[in-house]
């Protein structure tokens, strides 16, 4: 059996994931309900999980993804500023970030699951099995 590689957080940020939980925008329900209970090729994606010093609105340890929906406000230069310095640190710690938009996910939801698909085909592949491990 593998380990699963220990990822860092920030305590202090549970309470505010709850609250993101809680009051989640459109968007987030919508993938949401795509993501949950392993229904997407058997994967466990969380909502708004704490790594590090942020909160991505989804991850899956297994795939080591994140999952972000930008609104309105990541057009401003802070703003993108500030998602580029957080996915910059996620690559540090091995996981990879895939962005949607609101209005993809509200529009074109068939894509942005055939986004995801590619990246977990890619990922598939790119990972030995563990009768593969060590060998």
Not at 2 to 11: A, F, L, Q, S
Not at 105 to 127: C, G, P, S
Request: net charge neutral; hydrophobic share 30%; aromatic share 14%.
């Amino acid at each position: 059996m593998t380990k699963r590689k220990v990822i860092p957080y920030n305590p202090k940020l549970k309470e505010f994931a709850r609250e993101l939980r809680n009051n989640s925008t459109k968007s987030e329900i919508f993938l949401w309900l795509k993501l949950k209970n392993k229904q997407f090729y058997g994967y466990d994606f969380h909502r708004q999980k704490p790594i590090d010093n942020y909160i991505l609105d989804f991850y899956c340890y297994e795939l080591l993804l994140g999952i972000e929906i930008d609104g309105y406000s990541h057009q401003f230069l802070e703003v993108y500023h500030k998602d580029t310095v957080k996915e910059k640190r996620m690559k540090e710690l091995g996981i990879n970030v895939l962005r949607f938009s609101d209005e993809q996910v509200q529009k074109d939801m068939e894509n942005v699951l055939r986004a995801i698909e590619f990246y977990i085909t890619e990922f598939e592949k790119h990972t030995p099995s563990p009768s593969q491990e060590g060998s």
